[in-house]
């Protein structure tokens, strides 16, 4: 299907939102996977997966351990991308923007929304730290297991929310003999405008 086929929604967060629920419908795995890239200290960009867990106005909210690698690129530098890829349905959504954190209310609840186990982990693990072996990571869980038996699993303070608010978001959608659809959407004085882009 064309680009030009469908109606394509002149909010991209919209746009977005209707991709991410074609790719939940057709069963992608993992849909809310995406790479997010930074720069690190010496000016070598880096990039992993996450789930990004909630998408609004504000922008994508993904979590993870503040003290890691990639918490440390973005305090370097808040320029990121974060890159979305719908393979099986031969699409894509490129993000460029901020990032910064989110607030303590909206990482606690997600905390508390998430399984205990996943709790008792982001205490356990001193992430991108270098450890002797795997039994380290075992000792410390069953250490925080054992500490929190009978309460409610606290957010620790070093684990929480990021948002990437977006200056651009491209939607790309393969077709026949590589003329590959794309659209930019770039945001100035909180107004988004679109453009075709030539594969």
């Known amino acids: 299907m064309y680009l030009d086929d469908f109606p394509f929604d002149v909010d991209p967060i919209l746009q977005f939102k209707k991709w991410h ?29 996450v789930l990004v867990r909630r998408v609004d106005e504000e922008g994508f909210m993904f ?21 979305f890829g719908w393979l099986p349905m031969e699409r894509q959504v490129r993000i460029l923007g901020t990032i910064e954190k989110a607030s303590a209310k909206e990482s606690d609840e997600y905390f508390a929304s998430r399984p205990r186990g996943h709790q008792i982990g982001a205490w356990s693990s001193p992430q991108s730290k270098t450890i002797n072996d795997r039994s380290v990571l075992v000792e410390q869980y069953e250490h925080y297991e054992n500490k929190f038996a009978d309460i409610e699993v606290p957010r620790p303070s070093h684990w929480g929310g990021y948002r990437v608010r977006p200056s651009s978001i491209e939607f790309w959608q393969g077709q026949r003999d ?18 075709r882009l030539a594969p």
Do not use: M
């Open 21 to 49: 629920q074609d790719a939940t419908t057709e069963g992608i795995h993992e849909p809310d996977a995406a790479v997010i890239s930074g720069i690190n200290e010496d000016n070598f960009p880096t990039s992993r997966f």
């Open 63 to 83: 979590f993870t351990n503040y003290q890691s690698d990639k918490a440390a690129s973005f305090q370097n530098s808040p320029n990121v991308s974060l890159t």
């Open 178 to 195: 590589r003329l590959h659809d794309r659209f930019l959407f770039a945001k100035s004085k909180e107004v988004w405008s679109v453009e």
